[in-house]
């Protein structure tokens, strides 16, 4: 079945439930928001026992499961989870596990960030979660990913909170669930810098790979032999995913100039995201696989950016009509349905 109708319909009754506090304003009643998050995060949680497990990655996971977890050099703690996950339950629950506990990380992030400001801030940012590639590329099939970034942000809803030691505990974590996180915690880092950094940075990164390979085959080394996946190829929307990324990030780097804030270096967060991506960017899965993360910064930047124009109330709608549209393209899109298994 080329498209699961029964998904895509479970992701419209999702992303309908916010339309009762969004499309319209609702003074003081706290309660209904209340409602409203919660069945948000119970409905993205059981989303993955119904149709996490079977992506191109998982199959892979599950068989890694199987032996002594410390055979594996590095990220071991995702490796001990998977296995101790695999002698309680059955094939291909373990996976399944990891990525209800993925997004369950993910969703507190969002909901510790935006604590103590308007509740909408947080329909919107679980909202926007699932209307990125990441939520089912990352949380549903490159799961060591998905589970490191999510505690990556969650120690970043610490940090904002003037909480460094949780920044740093939940980054150490991350770690020895995927390496990569460490790119997300600089991020994080870098966003704080002054803004005349970012441009700078997002101007030349794209760059760096072409310039680096250049040097280096000058004196007769190959590039390609220290980079992963260097010669894995997929061929679908490369350049124009830069593009698109390129182009988003240098709007949130013109927007975060002009309404500077501590929160909107969020907005410099997701720039530098890209531009750490894109310094790979000859090499395409390499590529990709980080530009992913970019996307788990927009359930906290779209919010943001809501916030920095002082209409929330009636921009709120505006995001919801703009994202049911962009959700069906991308819930009933090849590259989405065929990761998962369809």
């Not at 501590?262 to 907005?267: C, K, Q, W």
């Amino acid at each position: 079945m080329s498209q699961p109708l029964d998904l895509i319909l479970y992701l419209v009754l999702l992303q309908c439930l916010p339309a009762i506090v969004l499309i319209r304003t609702i003074k003081n009643n706290l309660e209904l928001y209340r409602y409203v998050i919660t069945f948000q995060v119970c409905l993205v949680i059981l989303f993955w026992i119904a149709w996490g497990g079977y992506s191109v990655d998982a199959w892979r996971y599950l068989s890694g499961f199987d032996p002594n977890p410390f055979v594996f050099k590095g990220e071991q703690l995702f490796w001990i989870a998977g296995y101790s996950l695999h002698t309680l339950v059955l094939d291909p629950w373990p996976v399944k596990i990891l990525s209800m506990i993925a997004v369950s990380i993910m969703c507190g992030a969002i909901i510790l960030f935006f604590k103590g400001k308007a509740l909408s801030l947080t329909v919107i940012g679980l909202y926007i979660l699932v209307l990125v590639p990441a939520f089912f590329l990352l949380f549903g099939n490159a799961v060591r990913q998905g589970l490191a970034a999510a505690i990556v942000l969650y120690g970043t809803a610490w940090l904002y909170k003037d909480k460094k030691w949780g920044f740093i505990l939940c980054t150490a974590i991350s770690f020895f669930f995927h390496q990569t996180s460490l790119l997300v915690a600089s991020a994080v880092l870098l966003g704080k810098l002054p803004p005349v950094v970012v441009r700078y940075t997002l101007l030349f990164a794209p760059l760096g790979s072409f310039v680096l390979f250049y040097l280096l085959d000058q004196v007769d080394v190959n590039l390609d032999t220290f980079i992963r996946y260097a010669h894995y190829h997929e061929g679908v929307f490369h350049y124009e995913k830069f593009v698109v990324a390129y182009a988003i990030a240098w709007l949130f780097v013109l927007i975060g100039t002009r309404c500077e804030s501590r929160e909107n270096r969020m907005l410099f967060s997701y720039a530098y995201m890209v531009a750490l991506s894109s310094l790979l960017l000859k090499y395409e899965v390499p590529f990709e696989r980080l530009l992913l993360y970019a996307d788990l910064f927009l359930p906290f930047v779209v919010p943001l950016l809501l916030l920095s124009t002082k209409k929330v109330n009636k921009l709120q709608g505006t995001v919801w009509f703009l994202g049911l549209p962009i959700g069906l393209a991308l819930w009933s899109h090849p590259s989405i349905t065929g990761t998962l298994g369809f």
